[in-house]
């Protein structure tokens, strides 16, 4: 199974402010995903981030407010941008395993905006 | 649009009892479902994988079993610890896409 790390684990931030989250894979993936999980809530899928091409997003996630990169095969970033209250949640990235298709997350990050 | 239910959201019992955990979904048309367990302020662990043309997986005291034609998988946990207590989530993907849909998930206490 893969390894996934990101950071910040968790942070506190001010209505307006944005942050960037990273998410790091101990092995090359083909596609990465990221997800929400606000407080009391089952995980929803936010974007999938392909290396060299633009981020798929679901309905209700637009590019303005959560941009992604994907600059190589084991890194992502999202940004939460123009952040309010109703942003503070858990946000997690996963991967797929290819063979199986079985997905893995991360230890996730998770956000207070104040 | 596929929806993924868990009853019942919590579930609080004894050590060593052999539990049942549901999970039900609205369309058959799926292509894995996958159990997961996350601890409280934490990521997923992901527990078992079963793909569309198996019907059970199991891992050392855990096994899951598939029915796709009346829309239910169930999770069995052997023997249950204090250690096994976490919210438990199934969650499935369909052709086509990789995306997961979750449900609820169910949170499970295991006193000692």
């Known amino acids: 199974s893969a390894v996934i790390s990101q950071k910040p684990s968790r942070d506190i931030c001010q209505r307006g402010t944005s942050l960037t989250i990273q998410c790091q894979v101990d092995?090359?993936?083909?596609?990465m995903f990221w997800y929400r999980q606000q407080p009391g809530q089952s995980l929803t899928l936010i974007a999938t981030?392909?290396?060299?091409?633009?981020?798929?997003?679901e309905s209700g996630f637009v590019i303005d407010k959560f941009p992604i990169s994907r600059p190589n095969l084991t890194f992502s970033t999202l940004t939460v941008s123009n952040m309010s209250p109703e942003d503070s949640s858990i946000y997690l990235c996963?991967?797929?395993?290819?063979?199986?298709?079985?997905?893995?997350f991360g230890p996730g990050t998770r956000l207070t905006v104040l | 649009k596929q929806e993924v239910t868990q009853i019942p959201a919590a579930l609080s019992v004894p050590e060593g009892e052999n539990l049942v955990l549901n999970c039900s979904f609205t369309?058959?048309?799926?292509?894995?479902l996958q159990w997961f367990r996350q601890d409280p302020g934490k990521g997923l662990t992901s527990l078992l994988l079963?793909?569309?043309?198996?019907r059970e997986q199991t891992s050392g005291r855990l096994n899951a079993s598939l029915d796709k034609s009346s829309g239910r998988s169930t999770l069995y946990i052997a023997a249950s610890q204090p250690g096994d207590s976490a919210t438990y989530l199934c969650?499935?993907?369909?052709?086509?896409?990789?995306?997961?849909?979750f449900g609820k998930g169910m949170k499970l206490t295991v006193n000692p």
């Open positions: 369309d058959s048309a799926i292509y894995n």
């Open positions: 092995s090359q993936v083909t596609m």
């Open positions: 996963s991967v797929e395993d290819y063979r199986d298709n079985e997905q893995f």
């Open positions: 981030a392909n290396q060299g091409s633009e981020a798929t997003y």
């Open positions: 079963i793909q569309s043309s198996q």
């Open positions: 969650a499935i993907t369909q052709g086509g896409s990789e995306k997961l849909v």
